[in-house]
Nanobody, 127 residues
Framework: QLQLVESGGGLVQSGGSLRLSCAAS????????IGWFRQAPGKEREGVSC????????NYADSVKGRFTISRDNAKNTVYLQMNSLKPEDTAIYYC????????????????????WGQGTQVTVSS
């Protein structure tokens, strides 16, 4: 059973950077597409970024394009979210999620739904 653990959150000033990690255990991430999500207090969870199982195809929410970068290191069984130029509105709990991809046509896509979720890591950006 795949388990995901996020780390790297914390308190940072506006304009600063953080790198979140999503470490997997119980299975190799080679077979999974990975997404990052966030949920701010009083708001619904929103998708931030995702990376496909193959070829490293990435997508980003408009609100983070040009500032956040998702990457994966399958050898380390870890996915990263590099967050630069952070803004107070980026404050949220950040979650990673994984979807096992078994269909050829889905190898280069981000899935619509995910099967496995981490416990989240808090990111707070002060103004």
């Amino acid at each position: 059973q795949l388990q995901l653990v996020e780390s790297g959150g914390g308190l940072v000033q506006s304009g600063g950077s953080l790198r979140l990690s999503c470490a997997a255990s119980g299975s190799t991430l080679d077979y999974y597409a990975i997404g990052w999500f966030r949920q701010a207090p009083g708001k619904e969870r929103e998708g931030v970024s995702c990376i496909s199982r193959s070829a490293g195809i990435t997508n980003y929410a408009d609100s983070v394009k040009g500032r956040f970068t998702i990457s994966r290191d399958n050898a380390k069984n870890t996915v990263y979210l590099q967050m630069n130029s952070l803004k107070p509105e980026d404050t949220a709990i950040y979650y990673c999620a994984a979807k096992r991809i078994t269909v050829l046509s889905e190898l280069l896509r981000c899935p619509r739904a995910y099967d496995h979720w981490g416990q989240g890591t808090q990111v707070t950006v002060s103004s």
